[in-house]
């Protein structure tokens, strides 16, 4: 039988990429031989909870590697986790989540998560569940024979739930459901390999047990590290105001791809982008400035087109990076106390009790002193706090580069 794979070894090599941990990895080799020795796919489990609707890069980083796989020949089989968003994922988390969804607002959150989800994988030929169609069949004693399955000890071997119990904080019994119903969505989908990020390990080796358990084949985590976000640091997450949304303008991603710090352009380019490693490195080796414009692209013409980020980086080029004045530029009116004054201090005007483009007055007095204060289109300085500005409508005024609005009179 001729095989509709790619050989084993060209498979290994994509799937490598970008993958900090494969457990366990001499079982993934096998997984795909025998994939490729009997014409048939392996099924590639991803789990979403609909917590919410935003999509950011972190999470393509797993819907990246199961397109791979799909573009290898393999099964997309994804999870939304209708019943698991109802309790709350607990990895990483020092206390329960003090907000539980209801039905309703996780339904609404999957129809559009699927939406955004389709802009990375093919979802025509994919599968897709909602694990509230088995376990909302369950009864109380189905729930008490699952729970049976796994030991307390086994759960406070995870991280998380360890931490907690050696500080004395609470740890609720429905969260330590939740591991269990995770591991049991690979044994109702008879899933073969399952994505997910590094702090998943312990879900993943308890769905090898539970699949083991019913005599099933035993499911191979492939897992990647957690993508960082705008900050260098801490997990790209829109809590933290740090990430990178894929439905976001592409103009608007361009000016967020801007800030990032140079050490973490490497982690971006291998796990957003299909640019080879070396022409990666190359690019770092030269100006950061260039390797993020073309960072920025190749990740923007995946959820738009090359044209929407070729105009990207041009508008920012021009904006931002050049001289050009920006195409909408906010109006600002001036409070009525300062109006009737006609002339005002350069702090004032730019701080709270003026137009608000500086937090407070010593925050203005600090951007002026530092040069980065400037009027009109010409963006002349301002070189003294004290200055005083006369009051102009339509007056351009600049507190760096990237805050600034038109004085409005009336």
């Not at 993943?204 to 976000?229: C, E, H, K, W, Y």
């Amino acid at each position: 039988m001729t095989a509709p794979f790619p050989p084993v070894e060209d498979q290994l090599r994509i799937i490598r990429r970008g993958v900090e941990k494969i457990v366990p990895e001499e079982e993934l080799r096998k997984l795909l031989q025998h994939s490729f020795d009997t014409g048939t796919p392996l099924r590639v489990k991803y789990g979403i909870d609909p917590t919410g609707i935003d999509v950011h890069l972190g999470h393509t980083v797993p819907l990246r590697k199961m397109r791979q796989f799909q573009d290898l020949g393999h099964q997309a089989v994804i999870i939304i986790g209708n019943y698991t968003a109802l309790v709350g994922d607990p990895s990483g988390r020092d206390e329960a989540r003090s907000k539980r969804l209801t039905a309703d607002e996780v339904e609404e959150n999957a129809r559009d998560y699927l939406n955004q989800v389709g802009k990375v994988v093919d979802l025509s030929k994919a599968e897709i569940h909602r694990n509230g169609d088995w376990f909302g069949k369950m009864e109380f004693a189905d729930v008490l024979a699952l729970c049976g399955r796994v030991t307390v000890a086994q759960l406070l071997t995870r991280e998380d739930f360890a931490k907690r119990y050696r500080e004395e904080k609470a740890i609720y019994l429905h969260e330590c459901l939740y591991p269990v119903m995770q591991a049991w969505d690979s044994v109702e989908i008879r899933s073969d390999i399952e994505l997910g990020g590094t702090e998943q390990l312990y879900s993943f080796m308890l769905a090898r047990d539970l699949q083991t358990q019913q005599n099933l084949r035993a499911q191979v985590a492939v897992m990647s590290p957690i993508l960082v976000g705008l900050d260098g640091v801490r997990r790209m997450g829109k809590s933290l105001g740090n990430y990178i949304g894929i439905s976001e303008p592409p103009y608007e991603m361009m000016k967020k791809f801007m800030q990032l710090p140079d050490a973490v352009m490497n982690m971006y380019f291998e796990l957003l982008t299909e640019l080879p490693l070396d022409e990666a490195k190359a690019l770092l080796a030269g100006h950061p400035k260039e390797a993020k414009v073309t960072l920025a692209k190749q990740v923007i013409t995946q959820y738009y087109s090359g044209e929407d980020a070729t105009a990207a980086a041009d508008r920012w080029q021009a904006e931002i990076g050049g001289s050009a004045l920006p195409a909408d530029i906010p109006e600002q009116e001036v409070p009525a106390e300062l109006r009737e004054q006609g002339t005002v201090a350069a702090f004032v005007l730019l701080g709270k009790d003026g137009l608000g483009l500086c937090s407070s007055n010593g925050e203005a007095r600090r951007l002026i002193s530092g040069g980065g204060a400037k009027l009109g289109e010409d963006k002349i300085p301002i070189t003294d706090p004290n200055q005083q500005i006369e009051l102009q409508d339509g007056l351009l005024v600049w507190a760096g580069r990237k805050r600034y609005c038109r004085i409005k009179m009336q």
